[in-house]
């Protein structure tokens, strides 16, 4: 299960608008009854669902005869789909049984522990959690998350308080079965018997699709497939990349130690940090500044890997939201700098032009674009898969992260295992090779192409690179192994690739291959 985060609270209060005390960023919200849904951002307190909108502007709000004042949240809080839906609204919604929105995570499936928990009931009750009233399955998947994992709510008044709401909602005869369960749940939590068979036990144990387990199995063994799935259900801090065309990574982290942050120097580059013991992004003077990104460590090698030199033209053709183009033109201008003073040259003009699909998300990179006061980067709205014959032979670095299954960054976007499926992987291997096909295209001769992926497929990463050597010979894999550091030099692959695994490298899951066009 996701918390929910707290945020900063409303700092005025006038004509009876009312406080909130959690804000959920592009949730889904399920009427059980009236089988409506709700999608927007959602202000929460109290356990009452006190607004649904957009929360982007200053005005005041009227929302069905509730208000908030939208000017105080937060909005970095941005979850990345629409489907998702934090479990824990559940929890809060069923504990104080204010709201008659209940989560349904059959139709928004962001819910972690889901199967584990399903599995519980379903040796509990005789009726099984799929023939269950989508009511009574809410009411019960809440009360076991807390049963389980919420040790401040006692025992009793979770039973209690699930009684009471099933007959607030309407199912006063069934409050017996319900009553009945949870009270089987408490006495027998530590009795429950789970499946002996690996991929079955894993799956249960971390809600982790047996599908998907079963292809970890198979390519990395059993070991790594724990450790993947295990990781995954962890709570980090985040990963955070110092702007060093704007401060020293020395300066950065006392700067925010200041602020009251706790900064954790990363073991695999000098200029990253975890950092946590925050109140909220925004609220920190250095996130204002632009003096550091949010990256993970895994997305910040693709920089370190790209390795742009003075003058460089290069292309980064999938490059919302923006991360890796401003860390490479952040490297890119720091090496004109370097080439100026070295060698007296007249002033590098190197360039990073950013580019994607539609115009919302070239609007994400210019937003980026702005707070890094970087001038040597643009972004451009274009279409990766459709070669512009302009472009021919223009970069001297290409950089390709490619859309993918994303199953290396399970623990941020718990709702892709339930999305993606196992003939999603064929259809996103053949897109890669669509754009790398294009891609392949802008390379100069002498030039680097730069191939990842946040996904740990095979069948997406090292298969396609086969593919792409055998299909384009005159590009060759490229050593990458004295761009690594040293905790990392061994787990190069056919000295051009690197496999990121969570729980086994200290990041998400991330592949990267750097490709050398002969000269």
């Known amino acids: 299960f996701m918390k929910l985060q707290k945020y900063q609270k409303c700092s005025k209060v006038t ?10 960023k592009n949730a889904r919200i399920v009427n059980v009854f009236t089988r409506e849904i709700l999608e927007g951002d959602i202000a929460i307190q109290d356990g009452m669902i006190v607004g649904i909108g957009n929360y982007q502007g200053e005005e005041e709000t009227d929302l069905g005869g509730r208000y908030v004042c939208p000017g105080f949240i937060d909005s970095h809080l941005h979850l990345e789909s629409t489907l998702v839906t934090p479990a ?4 809060v919604a069923s504990r104080h049984g204010t709201t008659t929105f209940i989560v349904d995570p059959h139709e ?12 519980i009931l379903n040796q509990i009750s005789k009726t099984k959690v799929k023939k269950m009233k989508p009511v009574i399955r809410n009411l019960l998947r809440s009360s076991v998350y807390q049963l389980k994992y919420m040790d401040s709510v006692p025992d009793h008044a979770v039973c209690s308080e699930a009684v009471k709401l099933a ?7 069934l409050r017996g079965y319900v009553n009945g369960v949870l009270r089987n749940v408490v006495r027998k939590m530590d009795e429950i018997e789970y499946p002996k068979e690996d991929v079955q036990r894993l799956s249960v144990k971390y809600s982790v699709p047996e599908w998907i387990l079963s292809l970890w199995k198979k390519e990395y063994g059993e070991e790594i497939t724990e450790k993947m799935a295990a990781d995954f259900q962890k709570e980090k801090p985040i990963t955070i990349r110092c702007c060093m065309n704007r401060v020293t990574p020395e300066v950065l982290k006392e700067k925010l130690e200041a602020e009251g942050a706790k900064v954790e120097a990363h073991p695999y580059l000098p200029y990253a940090f975890y950092l946590s013991d925050y109140d909220y992004l925004e609220g920190l003077e250095s996130f204002q500044e632009g003096l550091f990104a949010v990256q993970d460590i895994s997305s910040m090698f693709v920089g ?30 720091l090496a ?19 580019r994607d699909l539609t115009e919302y998300k070239t609007d994400l990179i210019w937003q980026n674009i702005d707070r890094s006061g ?4 643009c972004a451009v709205c274009k279409d990766a898969s459709v070669f512009d014959e302009y472009d021919k032979e223009t970069a001297d670095l290409v950089i390709a992260d490619l859309p993918c299954s994303g199953l290396g960054v399970l623990g941020k976007k718990p709702d892709l295992k339930y999305r993606v499926q196992p003939e999603d992987l064929e259809e996103l291997a053949d897109l890669q090779r669509k754009i790398l096909t294009c891609a392949q295209a802008i390379v100069k001769d002498g030039g680097t192409l730069l191939y990842s992926t946040c996904t740990v497929n095979p069948g997406e990463n090292m298969d396609n690179v086969h593919w792409f050597l055998k299909e384009y010979p005159q590009f060759e894999l490229d050593d990458i192994t004295e761009n690594l550091c040293k905790e990392l030099r061994s787990d190069v692959i056919e000295k051009g690739c690197i496999q990121f695994f969570p729980g086994v490298h200290d990041c998400d899951g991330f592949f990267i291959a750097r490709l050398k066009k002969k000269a």
């Open 88 to 91: 824990e609204l559940v929890t």
């Open 374 to 377: 970087l001038g040597n980067i």
């Open 336 to 354: 004109d700098e370097v080439a100026v003073r070295e060698n007296g040259t007249e002033e590098k003009t190197g360039r990073v032009e950013a």
């Open 15 to 24: 004509r009876g608008l009312r406080k909130a005390e959690f804000v959920l």
């Open 108 to 119: 928004s499936a962001n819910v972690s522990g889901l199967k584990g928990i399903d599995y």
């Open 167 to 173: 007959v607030r909602k309407g199912f006063s005869g």
């Open 304 to 333: 370190e890997l790209a390795d742009p030199k003075a003058g460089d033209h290069v292309i980064d053709v999938c490059a919302a939201p923006g991360g890796k183009s401003l860390h490479v033109a952040e490297k890119l201008q």
